[in-house]
Protein backbone atom coordinates (compact mmCIF):
# COMPACT_ATOMS: atom_id res chain seq x y z
CA UNK A 1 0.00 0.00 0.00
CA UNK A 2 0.92 3.40 -0.07
CA UNK A 3 3.40 4.84 2.50
CA UNK A 4 6.30 6.91 3.34
CA UNK A 5 9.42 6.45 5.45
CA UNK A 6 11.71 9.01 7.41
CA UNK A 7 15.04 8.96 8.77
CA UNK A 8 14.75 7.71 12.14
CA UNK A 9 15.41 10.39 15.16
CA UNK A 10 16.47 12.19 16.61
CA UNK A 11 18.95 14.81 15.43
CA UNK A 12 20.81 16.83 17.08
CA UNK A 13 22.87 19.16 15.29
CA UNK A 14 25.00 22.71 16.37
CA UNK A 15 23.92 25.55 14.75
CA UNK A 16 25.05 26.84 11.30
CA UNK A 17 25.22 22.76 10.69
CA UNK A 18 23.79 21.14 7.27
CA UNK A 19 20.35 20.10 7.88
CA UNK A 20 19.54 16.23 5.52
CA UNK A 21 16.20 14.61 6.55
CA UNK A 22 15.43 11.75 4.35
CA UNK A 23 12.21 10.85 3.06
CA UNK A 24 11.27 7.84 0.67
CA UNK A 25 7.73 7.12 -0.01
CA UNK A 26 5.44 4.39 -1.87
CA UNK A 27 2.00 5.17 -3.85
CA UNK A 28 0.34 3.38 -6.78
CA UNK A 29 -0.84 6.84 -8.37
CA UNK A 30 1.19 10.51 -8.60
CA UNK A 31 1.38 11.99 -5.07
CA UNK A 32 2.14 15.49 -4.10
CA UNK A 33 4.48 15.69 -1.29
CA UNK A 34 4.99 17.85 1.49
CA UNK A 35 6.80 18.52 4.81
CA UNK A 36 5.13 19.56 7.65
CA UNK A 37 6.60 20.83 10.74
CA UNK A 38 5.42 21.31 14.41
CA UNK A 39 6.97 23.61 16.82
CA UNK A 40 6.83 22.59 20.52
CA UNK A 41 3.20 22.62 22.06
CA UNK A 42 2.03 23.32 18.77
CA UNK A 43 0.06 21.55 15.43
CA UNK A 44 1.59 20.92 12.87
CA UNK A 45 1.72 23.33 9.67
CA UNK A 46 3.01 23.14 6.54
CA UNK A 47 6.53 23.77 5.70
CA UNK A 48 6.56 23.37 1.81
CA UNK A 49 4.95 21.15 -0.82
CA UNK A 50 5.54 19.82 -4.48
CA UNK A 51 3.16 18.52 -6.78
CA UNK A 52 4.64 17.05 -9.85
CA UNK A 53 8.00 15.91 -10.44
CA UNK A 54 11.68 17.57 -10.52
CA UNK A 55 9.47 20.56 -8.17
CA UNK A 56 11.17 21.87 -5.48
CA UNK A 57 9.56 23.39 -2.50
CA UNK A 58 10.76 25.52 -1.06
CA UNK A 59 10.57 27.96 2.42
CA UNK A 60 12.08 29.11 5.25
CA UNK A 61 15.78 28.27 4.13
CA UNK A 62 14.34 24.72 3.84
CA UNK A 63 14.30 23.29 0.40
CA UNK A 64 13.13 19.22 -1.12
CA UNK A 65 12.85 18.21 -4.65
CA UNK A 66 9.80 15.48 -5.66
CA UNK A 67 12.45 13.18 -7.43
CA UNK A 68 10.20 10.57 -9.06
CA UNK A 69 13.16 7.91 -9.96
CA UNK A 70 14.19 7.56 -6.24
CA UNK A 71 10.86 8.09 -4.80
CA UNK A 72 12.30 10.27 -2.50
CA UNK A 73 11.67 14.00 -1.30
CA UNK A 74 14.51 15.10 1.53
CA UNK A 75 14.25 17.96 3.47
CA UNK A 76 17.81 19.63 3.20
CA UNK A 77 18.51 23.02 4.91
CA UNK A 78 22.23 24.42 4.68
CA UNK A 79 22.52 26.19 8.00
CA UNK A 80 20.52 25.38 11.01
CA UNK A 81 19.60 27.96 13.89
CA UNK A 82 18.52 27.00 17.23
CA UNK A 83 14.85 28.53 16.15
CA UNK A 84 14.72 24.80 13.91
CA UNK A 85 14.17 22.48 16.27
CA UNK A 86 10.93 21.04 15.96
CA UNK A 87 9.66 17.54 14.70
CA UNK A 88 9.66 17.43 10.70
CA UNK A 89 7.09 15.28 9.25
CA UNK A 90 6.98 13.83 5.25
CA UNK A 91 3.71 13.69 3.86
CA UNK A 92 1.85 12.37 0.71
CA UNK A 93 -1.68 13.32 -0.47
CA UNK A 94 -3.19 10.82 -3.09
CA UNK A 95 -6.97 11.83 -3.96
CA UNK A 96 -8.58 11.06 -0.52
CA UNK A 97 -5.44 9.81 1.16
CA UNK A 98 -3.10 12.07 3.41
CA UNK A 99 -0.38 9.78 4.85
CA UNK A 100 2.26 10.72 7.24
CA UNK A 101 5.65 9.66 7.91
CA UNK A 102 6.29 8.93 11.79
CA UNK A 103 8.11 12.46 11.80
CA UNK A 104 11.87 13.21 12.76
CA UNK A 105 12.98 15.14 15.77
CA UNK A 106 15.13 17.91 15.51
CA UNK A 107 17.19 19.44 17.93
CA UNK A 108 19.81 22.38 17.59
CA UNK A 109 22.52 23.60 19.89
CA UNK A 110 24.32 26.73 20.15
CA UNK B 1 -3.87 31.56 14.79
CA UNK B 2 -4.32 28.59 11.96
CA UNK B 3 -7.95 29.28 11.85
CA UNK B 4 -8.62 26.26 13.08
CA UNK B 5 -9.90 25.94 16.25
CA UNK B 6 -9.85 23.66 18.85
CA UNK B 7 -11.60 23.01 22.13
CA UNK B 8 -10.99 22.01 24.86
CA UNK B 9 -7.32 23.23 25.19
CA UNK B 10 -6.79 21.04 28.51
CA UNK B 11 -8.66 17.59 29.38
CA UNK B 12 -8.38 15.87 32.57
CA UNK B 13 -10.84 12.88 33.15
CA UNK B 14 -10.90 9.39 34.38
CA UNK B 15 -11.21 5.96 33.16
CA UNK B 16 -14.45 4.63 31.53
CA UNK B 17 -15.25 8.58 31.06
CA UNK B 18 -16.83 10.19 27.77
CA UNK B 19 -15.17 13.65 26.62
CA UNK B 20 -16.52 15.52 23.59
CA UNK B 21 -13.90 17.69 21.30
CA UNK B 22 -14.73 20.16 19.02
CA UNK B 23 -13.37 21.30 15.82
CA UNK B 24 -13.94 24.68 13.62
CA UNK B 25 -12.45 24.53 10.51
CA UNK B 26 -10.97 27.11 8.72
CA UNK B 27 -13.65 29.41 6.68
CA UNK B 28 -14.34 27.54 3.40
CA UNK B 29 -12.72 24.32 4.20
CA UNK B 30 -15.22 21.24 3.68
CA UNK B 31 -12.70 18.56 4.45
CA UNK B 32 -11.84 17.68 8.76
CA UNK B 33 -9.55 15.54 9.58
CA UNK B 34 -9.12 14.03 13.32
CA UNK B 35 -5.48 12.59 14.23
CA UNK B 36 -3.98 10.89 17.98
CA UNK B 37 -0.60 11.87 18.90
CA UNK B 38 0.84 10.12 21.53
CA UNK B 39 4.24 9.37 22.11
CA UNK B 40 4.48 6.12 21.18
CA UNK B 41 2.52 5.76 18.10
CA UNK B 42 3.22 9.12 16.38
CA UNK B 43 0.91 10.50 14.31
CA UNK B 44 -2.21 8.54 13.64
CA UNK B 45 -5.16 9.10 11.11
CA UNK B 46 -8.49 8.31 12.87
CA UNK B 47 -11.30 9.60 10.53
CA UNK B 48 -11.96 12.44 8.06
CA UNK B 49 -15.35 14.14 7.01
CA UNK B 50 -15.75 16.13 3.21
CA UNK B 51 -18.99 18.12 3.82
CA UNK B 52 -20.87 16.59 6.16
CA UNK B 53 -20.35 12.76 5.05
CA UNK B 54 -17.60 10.51 6.63
CA UNK B 55 -14.83 9.77 3.91
CA UNK B 56 -11.65 7.93 5.27
CA UNK B 57 -11.90 5.81 8.47
CA UNK B 58 -8.63 5.37 9.81
CA UNK B 59 -7.32 3.51 13.17
CA UNK B 60 -10.17 4.58 14.80
CA UNK B 61 -11.58 2.14 18.11
CA UNK B 62 -14.96 1.28 18.10
CA UNK B 63 -15.43 3.59 21.21
CA UNK B 64 -14.47 6.91 19.56
CA UNK B 65 -17.24 8.42 16.87
CA UNK B 66 -16.70 11.37 15.20
CA UNK B 67 -19.72 13.45 13.04
CA UNK B 68 -19.66 16.92 10.87
CA UNK B 69 -22.53 18.68 11.31
CA UNK B 70 -24.29 21.17 8.67
CA UNK B 71 -22.00 24.12 9.53
CA UNK B 72 -19.18 22.35 9.15
CA UNK B 73 -18.09 22.11 12.81
CA UNK B 74 -16.70 18.33 13.56
CA UNK B 75 -16.89 16.32 17.14
CA UNK B 76 -15.15 14.06 18.24
CA UNK B 77 -16.81 11.96 20.94
CA UNK B 78 -14.31 9.57 23.00
CA UNK B 79 -15.79 6.93 25.17
CA UNK B 80 -15.44 4.41 28.08
CA UNK B 81 -11.62 5.95 28.57
CA UNK B 82 -8.70 3.99 29.14
CA UNK B 83 -5.45 5.54 30.42
CA UNK B 84 -3.57 4.65 27.04
CA UNK B 85 -5.88 7.38 25.44
CA UNK B 86 -4.39 10.07 26.87
CA UNK B 87 -2.84 11.64 23.68
CA UNK B 88 -3.06 14.63 21.68
CA UNK B 89 -5.81 15.25 19.85
CA UNK B 90 -5.33 17.21 16.36
CA UNK B 91 -8.16 18.29 13.74
CA UNK B 92 -7.36 19.57 10.60
CA UNK B 93 -9.11 21.00 7.38
CA UNK B 94 -8.28 21.51 3.86
CA UNK B 95 -9.54 23.44 1.23
CA UNK B 96 -12.15 21.38 -0.72
CA UNK B 97 -10.16 20.18 -3.83
CA UNK B 98 -12.03 18.72 -6.98
CA UNK B 99 -13.57 15.59 -6.25
CA UNK B 100 -13.55 12.88 -9.01
CA UNK B 101 -14.79 9.80 -9.85
CA UNK B 102 -11.08 8.31 -7.87
CA UNK B 103 -11.76 11.11 -5.23
CA UNK B 104 -9.71 14.54 -4.76
CA UNK B 105 -7.57 15.81 -7.03
CA UNK B 106 -4.62 18.33 -6.88
CA UNK B 107 -2.51 18.81 -3.85
CA UNK B 108 -4.00 18.08 -0.54
CA UNK B 109 -3.04 20.88 2.17
CA UNK B 110 -4.03 20.29 5.61
CA UNK B 111 -4.12 23.35 8.09
CA UNK B 112 -3.65 21.69 12.02
CA UNK B 113 -5.32 23.11 14.93
CA UNK B 114 -3.56 23.47 17.89
CA UNK B 115 -4.54 19.87 18.94
CA UNK B 116 -6.57 19.35 22.50
CA UNK B 117 -4.43 17.54 25.05
CA UNK B 118 -6.68 14.54 26.69
CA UNK B 119 -4.91 13.11 29.98
CA UNK B 120 -6.88 9.76 31.48
CA UNK B 121 -6.23 9.15 35.07
Known amino acids: GDSVTQMEGPVTLSEEAFLTINCTYTATGYPSLFWYVQYPGEGLQLLLK?????DKGSNKGFEATYRKETTSFHLEKGSVQVSDSAVYFC?????????FGPGTSLSVIP | DSGVTQTPKHLITATGQRVTLRCSPRSGDLSVYWYQQSLDQGLQFLIQ???????AKGNILERFSAQQFPDLHSELNLSSLELGDSALYFCASSVAQKLTRQGFSGANVLTFGAGSRLTVL
Open chain 1, 91 to 99: ALTLYDKVI
Open chain 2, 49 to 55: YYNGEER
Open chain 1, 50 to 54: ATKAD
